[in-house]
């Protein structure tokens, strides 16, 4: 039997009960094969490990993702997240009982997303101080620390069992290393483990999607563009336009077997999708959003779309209670926007955005130029709403 024989035997993204190995999705992707065929576990220090801030799947609500980002400790900014998820059902959520699986929990009959999201971290390090870690994580080398490329549910867990009483046996947590991220290995685990929500597909698709286009089309780096107070948005809108960056011939199978999907009409959905306001971005990411429930709001106008979000979220039963924790992303309409959804003036973000773009543009960088354009429309929405009366 040949080589390509072999190879076309296997179908790593095909949706049966079990998934292929990150090793034949690499392999039967890129026609390859890795020499790497016993993987080596070695325990890696907690504080040496980073999250990748591009992964499409965002373990933390927006709001507590700033934190994490701006460097504040482990302590901080989840103690802020066990505060946002105790403000969404009204009762003190309690880490301890939990994990110590208590009889007299105090439960949420229908947790809201926040803390359904802590739930999952939670119920997680419940399970591995009961019964190990069975499923290591993978991470890549960064200079002398490493980068999550898969499992950072498992991270955040060990990091809350470490927290409680500082025990040398959570201390450490057992990683394979690699020495590259493998952005199809990252979209085979997001797709094995737990279906994204909307936000999250249209972030796998844009990361791939880029993947495709290494070395006919030239993209910023995550860091580049986003800083604080800054919309992830922009770093996965540089393929929004599906005219100047299309799909690769021969690839829109791959892409969709990646992504779980069924149709290429899904992958143009989730590609509109890096079109949305940046406040509904967040919002949807955080209330995770299917798909479908965001559709109408792409072919709208900035504010039209904030505005039927909001409205969308205030009708939603299990979200009406809801006061989203995104930092400066997907707060309320009353403070940051005005009830038009245009911009405030007192929003730094808009000039420092402005300047850097613009600094870049003068270098030939048409995407910064596209990206300094959104945001000269977006004042010059809010000047002719002041002219309007519109305050």
Same mark, same amino acid.
């Given at each position: 039997?040949?080589?390509?024989?072999?190879?076309?035997?296997?179908?790593?993204?095909?949706? $049966?009960?079990?998934?292929?190995?990150?090793?034949?999705?690499?392999?039967?992707?890129?026609?390859?094969?890795?020499?790497?065929?016993?993987p080596v576990v070695t325990l890696i220090e907690l504080d040496r490990i980073r999250p990748d801030i591009t992964q499409p799947r965002h373990v933390l609500p927006s709001g507590i993702a700033h934190y994490l980002h701006s460097g504040l400790p482990f302590s901080d900014w989840f103690g802020a997240w066990r505060t946002?998820?105790?403000?969404?059902?009204?009762?003190?959520?309690?880490?301890?009982?939990?994990?110590?699986?208590?009889?007299?929990?105090?439960?949420?009959?229908?947790?809201?997303?926040?803390?359904?999201?802590?739930?999952?971290?939670?119920?997680? &390090?419940?399970?591995?101080?009961?019964?190990?870690?069975?499923?290591?994580?993978?991470?890549?080398?960064?200079?002398?620390?490493?980068?999550?490329?898969?499992?950072?549910?498992?991270?955040?867990?060990?990091?809350?069992?470490?927290?409680?009483?500082?025990?040398?046996?959570?201390?450490?947590?057992?990683?394979?290393?690699?020495?590259?991220?493998?952005?199809?290995?990252?979209?085979?685990?997001?797709?094995?483990?737990?279906?994204?929500?909307?936000?999250?597909?249209?972030?796998?698709?844009?990361?791939?999607?880029?993947?495709?286009?290494?070395?006919?089309?030239?993209?910023?780096?995550?860091?580049?563009?986003?800083?604080?107070?800054?919309?992830?948005?922009?770093?996965?809108?540089?393929?929004?336009?599906?005219?100047?960056?299309?799909?690769?011939?021969?690839?829109?199978?791959?892409?969709?077997?990646?992504?779980?999907?069924? $149709?290429?009409?899904?992958?143009?959905?989730?590609?509109?999708?890096?079109?949305?306001?940046?406040?509904?971005?967040?919002?949807?990411d955080d209330l995770n959003w299917a798909e479908g429930k965001l559709r109408p709001l792409v072919s709208l106008s900035e504010a039209e779309a904030i505005e039927l979000a909001y409205q969308i979220m205030s009708e939603d039963t299990d979200t009406a209670?809801?006061?989203?924790?995104?930092?400066?992303? &997907?707060?309320?309409?009353?403070?940051?926007?005005?009830?038009?959804?245009?911009?405030?003036?007192?929003?730094?973000?808009?000039?420092?955005?402005?300047?850097?773009?613009?600094?870049?543009?003068?270098?030939?960088?048409?995407?910064?130029?596209?990206?300094?354009?959104?945001?000269?429309?977006?004042?010059?929405?809010?000047?002719?709403?002041?002219?309007?009366?519109?305050?």
């Amino acid at each position: 039997m040949t080589r390509n024989r072999r190879r076309s035997d296997i179908d790593p993204f095909e949706n $049966h009960n079990t998934f292929a190995s990150p090793k034949q999705v690499s392999d039967e992707i890129f026609r390859t094969e890795s020499k790497d065929l016993t993987p080596v576990v070695t325990l890696i220090e907690l504080d040496r490990i980073r999250p990748d801030i591009t992964q499409p799947r965002h373990v933390l609500p927006s709001g507590i993702a700033h934190y994490l980002h701006s460097g504040l400790p482990f302590s901080d900014w989840f103690g802020a997240w066990r505060t946002a998820a105790s403000e969404e059902s009204g009762r003190e959520f309690n880490v301890d009982a939990y994990i110590d699986a208590k009889e007299d929990i105090n439960r949420s009959e229908n947790p809201g997303p926040i803390e359904t999201a802590l739930l999952q971290v939670v119920e997680l &390090a419940a399970s591995i101080q009961r019964d190990g870690l069975t499923n290591p994580i993978t991470v890549v080398r960064y200079n002398r620390d490493f980068t999550i490329e898969t499992g950072e549910r498992r991270f955040y867990a060990y990091q809350i069992l470490y927290a409680r009483n500082y025990e040398d046996r959570w201390k450490r947590i057992p990683a394979q290393v690699s020495d590259k991220l493998n952005v199809w290995r990252q979209a085979s685990e997001n797709t094995a483990r737990q279906d994204l929500n909307a936000i999250g597909r249209a972030r796998q698709f844009a990361i791939l999607l880029m993947e495709l286009l290494k070395g006919e089309a030239a993209f910023l780096p995550y860091e580049s563009i986003i800083g604080p107070g800054v919309s992830d948005r922009y770093y996965y809108a540089q393929v929004a336009d599906g005219e100047q960056f299309r799909i690769p011939r021969g690839k829109g199978e791959i892409l969709l077997n990646a992504m779980g999907l069924s $149709h290429e009409k899904q992958l143009r959905q989730y590609r509109a999708l890096l079109r949305l306001p940046n406040k509904v971005w967040h919002l949807a990411d955080d209330l995770n959003w299917a798909e479908g429930k965001l559709r109408p709001l792409v072919s709208l106008s900035e504010a039209e779309a904030i505005e039927l979000a909001y409205q969308i979220m205030s009708e939603d039963t299990d979200t009406a209670t809801i006061v989203p924790v995104s930092e400066g992303a &997907a707060s309320q309409p009353s403070q940051q926007r005005s009830s038009r959804g245009t911009p405030s003036i007192d929003e730094p973000k808009y000039y420092s955005d402005l300047r850097k773009h613009l600094l870049k543009a003068n270098s030939g960088d048409q995407d910064a130029l596209a990206r300094a354009r959104e945001i000269i429309e977006d004042l010059t929405r809010w000047l002719e709403n002041m002219e309007n009366g519109d305050r």
